[in-house]
């Protein structure tokens, strides 16, 4: 249920009919009254003001206007009060009507006892016709339906909000997951594009079919780049340990260090082949950026794989590759360790 529908529930037709449906209680007063009073125009003049009063206190609290709504209700009370020398017991239709405004927005256990005071003045009081057994039991069974449809309305309200909080949640979620996503993928094919651009505009003059290579590699990488940013996109992405460290290797190659990379994934179960992917693509993206390193080692088992490099230092802090990465591993239940070894380079380490 959308905030729309829950405003035309509390504020449309089926209040409204709630609302006209309490007016029967004065229209059984008036009956009363030029039945047995002998004061009928008086009676009905109280009975009228007391309709009156109980509409604009339901028009109010409609507005949520609180201090209007309370006023009118005291007011209601009030002429119920005067009606009770007209009618007697059968003015306790009209106290079912006070109290089906009042108790719903009482503390539970200040509108039970005001029900059941009522109800036991009903039952007890000196009535000419003895105790007004009806009317009491219409005022416990009105209190009751009004309130319990005022706490549906309340349950609808709540359900809306909490809705509405779990789509923000989900949306900040798809946000971040985008956010990472082109991080990671972008990250290394730009990282890759950026390498043997280089590369190709060194070997333009001194190697020119090798600098074509390069150049086409490239294109070969932009087109890639564009597949994935796609895909990240659209939630869909394939990121697999054997492909990361295909591509790695070339990485590596075009920026002059020394792979020592695994040629089989075979160890690595398949629960665990798209997760040490993305290990594998963040650490050799950031050897390829950062570390300025002259040899990098890659080593998978069945539940851990390492990247390790003998550069400077890898990634410069936390950075937000390897927070995307700290969370993906945390998600899977894994351990997620990262900083520099002894006596130079840098340690990627994720278990699960």
């Given at each position: 249920?959308?905030?729309?529908?829950?405003?035309?529930?509390?504020?449309?037709?089926?209040?409204?009919?709630?609302?006209?449906?309490?007016?029967?209680?004065?229209?059984?007063?008036?009956?009363?009254?030029?039945?047995?009073?002998?004061?009928?125009?008086?009676?009905?003049?109280?009975?009228?003001?007391?309709?009156?009063?109980?509409?604009?206190?339901?028009?109010?609290?409609?507005?949520?206007?609180?201090?209007?709504?309370?006023?009118?209700?005291?007011?209601?009370?009030?002429l119920f009060a005067a009606a009770i020398p007209f009618v007697h017991a059968d003015a306790f239709f009209l106290a079912a009507v006070v109290l089906?405004?009042?108790?719903?927005?009482?503390?539970?256990?200040?509108?039970?006892?005001?029900?059941?005071?009522?109800?036991?003045?009903?039952?007890?009081?000196?009535?000419?016709?003895?105790?007004?057994?009806?009317?009491?039991?219409?005022?416990?069974?009105?209190?009751?339906?009004?309130?319990?449809?005022?706490?549906?309305?309340?349950?609808?309200?709540?359900?809306?909000?909490?809705?509405?909080?779990?789509?923000?949640?989900?949306?900040?979620?798809?946000?971040?997951?985008?956010?990472?996503?082109?991080?990671?993928?972008?990250?290394?094919?730009?990282?890759?594009?950026?390498?043997?651009?280089?590369?190709?505009?060194?070997?333009?003059?001194?190697?020119?079919?090798?600098?074509?290579?390069?150049?086409?590699?490239?294109?070969?990488?932009?087109?890639?780049?564009?597949?994935?940013?796609?895909?990240?996109?659209?939630?869909?992405?394939?990121?697999?340990?054997?492909?990361?460290?295909?591509?790695?290797?070339?990485?590596?190659?075009?920026?002059?260090?020394?792979?020592?990379?695994?040629?089989?994934?075979?160890?690595?179960?398949?629960?665990?082949?798209?997760?040490?992917?993305?290990?594998?693509?963040?650490?050799?993206?950031?050897?390829?950026?950062?570390?300025?390193?002259?040899?990098?080692?890659?080593?998978?088992?069945?539940?851990?794989?390492?990247?390790?490099?003998?550069?400077?230092?890898?990634?410069?802090?936390?950075?937000?590759?390897?927070?995307?990465?700290?969370?993906?591993?945390?998600?899977?239940?894994?351990?997620?360790?990262?900083?520099?070894?002894?006596?130079?380079?840098?340690?990627?380490?994720?278990?699960?």
């Amino acid at each position: 249920m959308e905030p729309a529908d829950v405003q035309r529930w509390v504020r449309g037709w089926r209040l409204r009919l709630l609302d006209a449906g309490m007016l029967v209680y004065p229209a059984v007063t008036v009956a009363s009254v030029l039945q047995h009073s002998s004061n009928a125009f008086a009676g009905c003049l109280v009975v009228a003001a007391f309709a009156v009063s109980y509409l604009f206190a339901a028009a109010a609290a409609a507005r949520r206007a609180t201090r209007p709504f309370w006023l009118l209700t005291g007011g209601c009370a009030v002429l119920f009060a005067a009606a009770i020398p007209f009618v007697h017991a059968d003015a306790f239709f009209l106290a079912a009507v006070v109290l089906s405004l009042a108790v719903p927005r009482l503390p539970r256990r200040v509108g039970a006892g005001l029900v059941a005071a009522a109800a036991l003045a009903a039952v007890i009081g000196p009535w000419p016709g003895g105790p007004a057994w009806t009317q009491a039991v219409a005022l416990v069974f009105t209190v009751l339906m009004v309130s319990a449809f005022a706490e549906a309305i309340r349950a609808n309200a709540a359900l809306v909000e909490a809705r509405a909080e779990v789509a923000r949640l989900a949306s900040e979620a798809e946000r971040t997951r985008i956010a990472r996503d082109l991080h990671d993928l972008l990250g290394h094919s730009l990282t890759a594009i950026t390498v043997k651009s280089t590369l190709a505009r060194r070997l333009v003059d001194a190697d020119a079919a090798r600098a074509g290579e390069e150049m086409t590699a490239v294109e070969t990488l932009a087109r890639q780049a564009l597949t994935d940013v796609r895909a990240a996109v659209s939630g869909y992405r394939e990121v697999t340990l054997a492909g990361e460290l295909a591509r790695g290797r070339e990485l590596l190659r075009a920026c002059g260090v020394t792979a020592d990379l695994p040629t089989a994934t075979d160890v690595v179960g398949p629960a665990h082949q798209e997760l040490f992917g993305w290990v594998v693509r963040e650490g050799l993206t950031n050897v390829a950026r950062h570390a300025r390193a002259t040899r990098c080692t890659v080593t998978v088992s069945e539940s851990t794989v390492e990247v390790v490099d003998d550069g400077v230092g890898g990634s410069p802090g936390e950075g937000a590759g390897l927070a995307g990465l700290r969370e993906r591993v945390e998600a899977a239940g894994g351990q997620f360790g990262a900083g520099p070894v002894r006596p130079r380079g840098w340690r990627l380490r994720v278990t699960v």
